[in-house]
């Protein structure tokens, strides 16, 4: 089939999981038209043909919170800026491409040129469990007002597609018609990486100067491998059983691969990575982000990590190494059939709607 296909730009982690899918499509012959705002066109138009940068919403990140005035002054300017360049873009699609079926990984100007132009649209991304499933009150607890206007936006976002395909390392119920669970789309990197038990702590902080963090990570007497504290570093720095390290994909991959555990944000692409390869993991959520909280708490929910809102306090790094052990248990039993069951899921969604029934 001939398939737009549609990537935001906000963060790396739709791009990431887009670019596995997009090559699975290819290699089953499709013929795809890509879309993608901000970073995550730059990283696909490396690797395919048919990329179209577009305008996409993006947010403002600062101190750990999104700054919620200074992302909707962005986005309203900037949005306002680059429309024409968007119709332009889609004037030339139309006469150029003609789709025959759209998918979306949560972005918006595939999903209306589907609903104009009365094509079938799925949607593949792990954004809709907010608006799609079920929390339980210890899940949103303290967050009320965030997860309300997280779920709002996200339900106005791309509604009533014709299938939600969302990815999730955790099952909450389904409460809404026409949405499947999968688990994670993994990187072919992560699928081949050597999974081993090792020693030490793999440490992903972007906070450069966090003299604190630093100091409560030499108390943990592991060895922490630390990427992000020091951007712009050509070589490893060891000071003790610190080892700051250059970003390397490839070495990030075996540090993640071969750790005893993690430490990082809240992103659901390095989480469901750690999940997949068993790696117990301390999460830090950026606050007003309300999806990553969501991944933090049901990974502590799950028993295969802890949440926190910080790193301040050193009891909260030492009493996570204390559980790890207990934690490395629970994921023990975690599996799952690297991203075959999602491929099968998109092949029969995608022959519906060749047969014109799609519903």
């Known amino acids: 089939m001939k398939i737009l296909y549609g990537v935001v730009g906000e963060g790396m982690g739709h791009a990431m999981r887009s670019r596995v899918v997009l090559e699975h499509l290819v290699g089953q012959g499709h ?22 940068k577009i ?11 999104v700054r919620r005035g200074k992302t909707l002054f962005s986005n309203v300017t900037q949005g306002a800026a680059g429309l024409p360049k968007n119709i332009a873009a889609y004037f030339e699609l139309i006469q150029a ?3 025959e079926v759209v998918i979306s ?12 132009h009365g094509l079938p649209i799925l949607s593949i991304d792990n954004m809709q469990i907010i608006n799609r499933c079920t929390h339980g009150p210890d899940i949103i607890r303290g967050d009320e007002a965030d997860f309300t206007v997280t779920r709002l936006f996200i339900k106005g976002k791309l509604p009533f597609c014709d299938h939600y395909l969302v ?5 909450p119920p389904i409460r809404k018609p026409r949405t499947t669970l999968y688990p994670p ?35 943990t007497g592991l060895e922490c491998r630390i990427y992000g504290m020091r951007r712009g570093i050509q070589e490893e720095q060891v000071e003790g059983n610190l080892r700051y390290r250059p970003f390397s994909e ?9 750790a005893r555990a993690v430490i990082a944000g809240g992103g659901f692409t390095l989480m469901g990575e750690a999940v997949f390869l068993h790696k117990p993991m301390l999460a830090v959520p950026i606050r007003h982000q309300f999806e990553q909280v969501l991944n933090a708490r049901y990974l502590e929910r799950e028993g295969f990590g802890r949440s926190a809102a910080s790193l301040a306090d ?17 994921l023990a039993a975690y599996s799952q059939n690297g991203n075959q069951d999602l491929f099968d899921g998109i092949d029969g969604l995608l022959d519906q709607a060749a047969a014109g029934v799609l519903s």
């Open 31 to 52: 013929e795809i038209e890509i879309m993608a705002s901000g970073r995550a066109a730059e990283f696909l138009t490396k690797r395919f043909e048919g990329v179209n």
């Open 55 to 65: 305008h996409g919403f993006h947010m403002i990140y600062e101190e750990n919170r």
């Open 97 to 99: 491409f003609r789709p």
């Open 105 to 116: 990984d949560f972005e918006s100007w595939t999903y209306l040129f589907a609903k104009t």
């Open 167 to 171: 990815t999730s390392f955790f099952r």
């Open 185 to 219: 789309i993994l990187r072919p990197e992560i699928l081949r990486a050597n999974r081993r038990d090792g020693e030490h702590l793999l440490v992903y902080q972007t906070a450069e100067g966090n003299d604190a963090l630093a100091d409560t990570l030499q108390k």
């Open 250 to 258: 490839d070495g990030f991959i075996d540090d993640l691969a071969s």
């Open 314 to 330: 050193p009891a909260t790094i030492l009493d996570f190494v204390k559980v790890v052990p207990a934690c490395a248990e629970k």
